[in-house]
C-alpha cells in the first residue's frame, strides 16, 4: 500500500491514482458535473440507437409480411362496379356506412345502373342470418317516401345518406330542404344523388340555399323525369338556365314557385310555358328581373291548363293584367300583391277582357290600382266569382263595396283587412245587398270601421251570413256588435279577437238573437267580457259550442267554469290563458260528464297550483295541454301527470 501524502490545508489524503484525486477534492465540483453530463449524453445516445435498430427490425419484418386485402386499396372505378352490384337495399345503405368514400359513390349510382341479384340457390345458406318477416328486403315500398331537412342538418352527405337509404324503397317521391348548414351547406352534389337515387321524385322544394346552381337543377331535370311540383325560394345561383333545364327533363309539371330569385328571368318562364304543357299553378314572388314578357308568355302558353296564379313583388304593368284577363280562360285563382306599377286601368282592362269566367277567388294586397271602379268591374265581368280579399287597399270606399255587392251574384266569403276607407255604413250595406249565398265576413284592423251616429230605423235582415269575424278594430264597441247581431241572426262562428271596447252589453243582444246556436266563439283579448256573458253564451248555446277561447279575459273566473261544466254537452276545445281561474273550477271542468274536452289550454293561469293536477289527470280524452308559466303546479307534479296522461300532448 503506498504511502499517504498530506497536501496541507484544502489538500486531501489519497491512496488512489491520481486521476481519482478529483473526485475527493474540495475544488473539483465542476470537474464531476461535466463528467456526470457527458455519462448522460452517451446513455441518450445509446438508447436512441436501440430504439431506432427496434424500429428497423419491426419495418423489415412488416415488409417481409404479405399485405391484407382490402376494397379500399380498388380504385373508383372498380369499386363503383363491385358497389352497383350489391344484392339488395339493405346490403346498399349498409355500405354507405363505411365511409365517406362509399357513401360518395353509392350516390352516383343510378337506379338504372344497379345490378340485379344472383338468383336465389334452392338449398339454403345455413350460414345467413335469421331475419324477421317483416324486415326482408321484399316488404313492400312505402308508399309516399317524404323527407325534410333543415337548418344545420342541411348538408350534402345527410342528402346523400338519404337518397341512398331511399333508394332501397324505391326512391324519394317527396323532398324538402330548408335552409343551409353555414359552413357544409347543400351544393349541386347533394342534388346530384337525390336525381340518381330518386328517379320517381315527383316534389322539390328548395328555401334558402344559395350554394345551389342551374348544374344542380339540371341534374334533377335529366334524372327526376316524373317531377310534378317545384319551389326554389330564395336560391340566388339559379338562373334561366335552370329552368330551361326543367322545363326540358319535366314536361309533366304541374306547380311551379320561383320567389326571391334574382337570376331566373323572362327567357326561364318562357320555357315553362313552352315546354310544360300540364301547368296549373304558378306563383312568381320578388324577382326583380321578371317582367312582363315573361308573365304574359307563360300565361299565353299554359292558358289551357293554368288555373291559379299568384304574382307579387314583380315590375310588371297593365299589359301583364290584360294578358291574364284575356287568356286566363281556366284560371280560379288570381293573387296580386304589392305591383306598385299596375294602375287602375290594369284592373279595367283585366275584368274587361271577359276571360276570367271562371275566376272564383281573388286577392289583392296593397295594389294602389285597385279603387272603386276596379272592384265594381270585376264583380260585373268576373261572373263565377265567390270570394274577394282587399288588403292594404286605400282606395276602396262604402260607395265601391256597395256596389261590388250589388253586382257580384254569387258572392260568398268577404275579407277585408286595413282597408281604412270602408266604415259600418259599407259593411251595413253590403249585409244588405249581398246575394243569399253570402255566408262569411271578416274585418280585420280596419279603422273606419266604427260606431255609427244613428242607425237606421228599420234594419234588414241577412240571414245567410255564417261566419262573422271583427278582429282588431278599435272603433267597434258594444252599439256596433248589437246592430251588427240583430242583422245576422242565423251566426255559427264568431270572431271578436281584439275588441277591448267590447263588453257584456254589446255581447248580450247578439248572443240572444242567434237563432240557429253558435259553434265556434272567439273572444280573446276582450278584456271588458265578465262571467255574466259567458254564462249567458253557455246557457243559451252549450248544446251547439264546440270551441271556446277566452284568453286574456282578466275578469273572467271560475263561475264561467261552473256554467261551461253545467251546460255544454259538445265542448272539445277551450282556451282559459291568463284568466282569474283557480283549481275549484278546474275541479267544476273535471267533474262534467257530458263532454270531453280534447284541447285546453292554461297558460299563464297563475292561481292554479298542484291541487289540479288530480283533476287533469281524470280529464282522459285530452290530447293537448298547455301549462306554460302555471308556476304554482311545480315540475315534479307536471312529470306526474306526463306519466299519467301519457298520449297527451303537454306543454310546460
Request: net charge neutral.
Amino acid at each position: 500500500m503506498p504511502a499517504f501524502r498530506a497536501y496541507g490545508d484544502g489538500g486531501c489524503l489519497v491512496s488512489a491514482p491520481a486521476e481519482l484525486s478529483g473526485m475527493f477534492c474540495r475544488g473539483g465540483g465542476a470537474v464531476v458535473v461535466q463528467q456526470q453530463q457527458q455519462q448522460r449524453k452517451r446513455s441518450l445516445v445509446a438508447a436512441s440507437a436501440v430504439a431506432a435498430a427496434a424500429e428497423y427490425v419491426r419495418a423489415s419484418k412488416k415488409q417481409r409480411q404479405p399485405a391484407q386485402p382490402s376494397l379500399d386499396a380498388l380504385p373508383d372505378e372498380c369499386l363503383f362496379e363491385v358497389l352497383r352490384r350489391l344484392p339488395g337495399g339493405r346490403e346498399r345503405a349498409d355500405s354507405a356506412c363505411v365511409s365517406r368514400r362509399w357513401l360518395a359513390l353509392l350516390a352516383t349510382i343510378r337506379a338504372s345502373e344497379l345490378g340485379r341479384a344472383a338468383s336465389p340457390s334452392l338449398l339454403p345458406d345455413l350460414n345467413e342470418e335469421f331475419v324477421m318477416e317483416e324486415d326482408a328486403d321484399d316488404s313492400p315500398a312505402d308508399p309516399c317516401v317524404e323527407r325534410v331537412l333543415e337548418g344545420k342538418e342541411a348538408t350534402d352527405v345527410r342528402l346523400a345518406a338519404m337518397a341512398v337509404v331511399a333508394g332501397s324503397r324505391g326512391g324519394l317521391e317527396k323532398l324538402a330542404v330548408r335552409g343551409s348548414n353555414p359552413t357544409r351547406g347543400v351544393t349541386d352534389q347533394g342534388l346530384l344523388a337525390v336525381a340518381r337515387g330518386s328517379p320517381s321524385l315527383r316534389s322539390l322544394a328548395l328555401w334558402g340555399v344559395p350554394l345551389v346552381t342551374d348544374a344542380g337543377l339540371a341534374e334533377i331535370a335529366a334524372g327526376c323525369p316524373s317531377l310534378e311540383r317545384l319551389d326554389i325560394t330564395s336560391c340566388p345561383l339559379i338562373t334561366d338556365k335552370g329552368l330551361a333545364a326543367v322545363a326540358q327533363g319535366c314536361p309533366n309539371l304541374v306547380s311551379l314557385t320561383v320567389d326571391a330569385c334574382s337570376g331566373v328571368g323572362n327567357e326561364g318562364l318562357r320555357a315553362i310555358g313552352r315546354c310544360c304543357s300540364r301547368l296549373q299553378a304558378v306563383s312568381i314572388k320578388n324577382c326583380v328581373n321578371i317582367g312582363d314578357q315573361g308573365i304574359s308568355s307563360l300565361v299565353c302558353s299554359a292558358s289551357a291548363s293554368l288555373a291559379k296564379i299568384r304574382l307579387q313583388g314583380l315590375n310588371i304593368t297593365d299589359a301583364s293584367l290584360a294578358v291574364i284577363g284575356y287568356y286566363g280562360k281556366s284560371v280560379t285563382d288570381l293573387t296580386l300583391a304589392r305591383l306598385a306599377a299596375v294602375g287602375e286601368r290594369g284592373f279595367w282592362v283585366m275584368a274587361n277582357a271577359n276571360g276570367l269566367q271562371n275566376l272564383r277567388c281573388i286577392s289583392v294586397t296593397s295594389c294602389p290600382g285597385v279603387t272603386d271602379l276596379a272592384v265594381v268591374f270585376i264583380a260585373k265581368f268576373c261572373t263565377s266569382l265567390k270570394q274577394l280579399c282587399l288588403k292594404k287597399c286605400e282606395h276602396v270606399s262604402d260607395a265601391g263595396l256597395k256596389a261590388f255587392a250589388e253586382s257580384a251574384k254569387l258572392l260568398e266569403n268577404l275579407q277585408l283587412e286595413e282597408c281604412n276607407r270602408v266604415t259600418l255604413v259599407g259593411v251595413l250595406a253590403c249585409l244588405i245587398n249581398c246575394s243569399q249565398k253570402f255566408r262569411a265576413l271578416s274585418l280585420v284592423k280596419c279603422t273606419g270601421v266604427k260606431d255609427i251616429c244613428a242607425a237606421p230605423a228599420q234594419l234588414p235582415v241577412c240571414k245567410s251570413l255564417r261566419f262573422l269575424t271583427i278582429k282588431d278594430c278599435p272603433g267597434f264597441t258594444d252599439a256596433s256588435l248589437a246592430v251588427v247581431g240583430m242583422i245576422c241572426p242565423q251566426l255559427e262562428q264568431v270572431d271578436l279577437s281584439g275588441l277591448g271596447e267590447v263588453s257584456d252589453n254589446g255581447l248580450l243582444p247578439l248572443i240572444k238573437s242567434a237563432e240557429s246556436g253558435l259553434v265556434k266563439v272567439d273572444l280573446s283579448g276582450c278584456k271588458n267580457i265578465t262571467d255574466v256573458a259567458v254564462s249567458a253564451l253557455m246557457k243559451a248555446h252549450g248544446k251547439s259550442i264546440k270551441q271556446v277561447s277566452i284568453e286574456g279575459c282578466s275578469k273572467i273566473t271560475d263561475a264561467s267554469l261552473f256554467a261551461i261544466s253545467e251546460n255544454c254537452t259538445e265542448l272539445a276545445e277551450l282556451d282559459l290563458s291568463n284568466c282569474m281561474i283557480s283549481d275549484s273550477g278546474i275541479a267544476s271542468l273535471a267533474s262534467a260528464k257530458q263532454f270531453q274536452l280534447r284541447v285546453l289550454s292554461l297558460f299563464g293561469c297563475t292561481n292554479i297550483t298542484q291541487r289540479s293536477v288530480p283533476f287533469l289527470g281524470n280529464m282522459g280524452k285530452l290530447e293537448g295541454l298547455n301549462l306554460q308559466f302555471c308556476n304554482m303546479i311545480g315540475d315534479h307534479n307536471i312529470a306526474t301527470l306526463e306519466k299519467q296522461l301519457w298520449w297527451c300532448d303537454i306543454l310546460a
